[in-house]
């Protein structure tokens, strides 16, 4: 059987990692600031993480959501303290695009409504809700009901009466990540939670790429001071384990079998996750993240050749006057340093938030002779 041929490649196969390192089966060392899309956030191979699951595996690696998880009370507490929304409730999935289809459904189910407002630019992953709301035309199939979805610009606020007394649900990432590192802006995120209460809409904030402490704050839209009644994450969440969560506001009731997963939440899920929240907690992780971004971002103002910096604290966008896949790919393959992109012109950086500064200025030294 041969692979289904979706992903273009890069010819490297990956056998070793450890921190914001990688090393591929011939001993190549890369530097990893790609973060596998967003993924690790507390580095590659941590030991804690390593001996929390290997001890969980040890144990019980899996059962249904039929008997008592601790570990998922566990991580309910933890996240509720440490993102500062302790109030709300955890449904636990196991990727993006499942956190924002039981999202969407639940704002469905609370306000009896179907229509959905989302924002050009979009995405919000392939599963068939959410592939609705992404705006790329080309990856929604004729089987994917689009016909509830209406798409606005993102980040104006002068005409929001598209969303009205029909709409259930409003969904718009605290940064754009796909989008190519767009930042929602402070007055954008609160004239959204002002037309969502005026008409009884809700307000999901998808905090997939943007969440779990990359932007510096533990969740982005927080910089905006604003709560969502919804709130995805995944990604970062696990640091390579495949877990996603929904972080419901307590106005919404939960019933049983309203939602049901077989795998999100299962005791091997739940011990990443909680590993990945206590480094976060133990190694100020956050507060790193906005420290080295800062620092990152102010290094890369004296760069020729960038048209613009977007982004905050390990969510960083760099456009190029001219095409990325060239400096990407010299980055890459004189310089053995992995990123991500978005689009044509724009380079992402979505490292491990313990990334240091000294593979900061390994990156700047190398991005300036790429440049040169
Ligand atoms: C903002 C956002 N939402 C949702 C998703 C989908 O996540 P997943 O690929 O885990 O389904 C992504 C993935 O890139 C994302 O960036």
């Known amino acids: 059987m041969k692979l289904f041929d979706v992903y273009p490649l890069y010819p490297i196969e990956l056998t070793k990692a450890l921190g914001s390192k990688v090393w591929d089966k011939n001993g190549k060392e890369y530097i990893d600031l790609y973060g596998g899309h967003a993924v690790i956030s507390i580095g590659h191979s941590h ?48 990727s993006g695009a499942e956190s924002n289809e039981n999202a969407l459904k639940l704002a469905s189910f609370h306000t ?84 969502c209460n005026e008409v009884g809409a809700l307000l999901i904030l998808d905090s997939v790429q943007c969440g779990y402490g990359r932007s ?28 996603g969560g929904v972080l419901i506001s307590p106005k919404i009731k939960a019933s049983y079998g309203l939602l049901g997963t077989t795998f999100g939440g299962n005791h091997l899920a739940c011990a990443a996750a909680n590993a990945v929240l206590d480094i976060i907690k133990e190694e100020k992780l956050v507060e790193n993240a906005a420290q080295k971004g800062d620092y990152l971002l102010n290094e890369l103002k004296g760069f020729k050749g960038i048209k613009e910096l977007r982004g905050k604290g390990l969510m960083i966008g760099i456009e190029f006057e001219k ?15 992995f990123c991500g992109y978005a689009g044509k012109h724009t380079l992402r950086l979505l490292p491990a938030l313990n990334l240091d500064k000294e593979t900061i200025d390994r990156f700047l030294e190398s991005l300036q002779q790429v440049l040169q």
């Open 47 to 94: 030991p804690y993480y390593v001996q929390k699951l290997t001890e969980q595996l040890k144990n019980i690696g899996f059962y249904s959501n039929s008997v008592i998880i601790p570990g998922q009370e566990e991580l309910a507490e933890k996240l509720g303290k440490l993102s500062g929304y302790e109030s709300y409730q955890l449904f636990l999935s196991n």
């Open 112 to 195: 009896g409504r179907k229509k959905v407002v989302a924002f050009s630019q979009a995405f919000h992953g392939r599963t068939a809700g959410a592939v609705a709301v992404t705006d790329n035309p080309s990856i929604v199939a004729p089987v994917n009901d689009t016909s509830h979805v209406t798409f606005l610009p993102f980040n104006q606020t002068k005409d929001l009466s598209a969303i009205d007394e029909s709409t259930c649900a409003v969904i718009v990432e605290g940064i754009q990540g796909v989008g190519g590192i767009q930042v929602a802006s402070e007055p954008f995120l609160k004239a959204l939670r002002k037309r």
């Open 216 to 243: 510096g704050k533990f969740f982005s839209h927080q910089f905006a001071g604003i709560d969502p009644d919804l709130i995805t994450t995944a990604k970062g969440m696990g640091n390579g384990f495949p877990i």
């Open 323 to 337: 095409p990325v896949a060239e400096i990407r790919d010299a980055l890459l393959f004189k310089h053995q340093i």
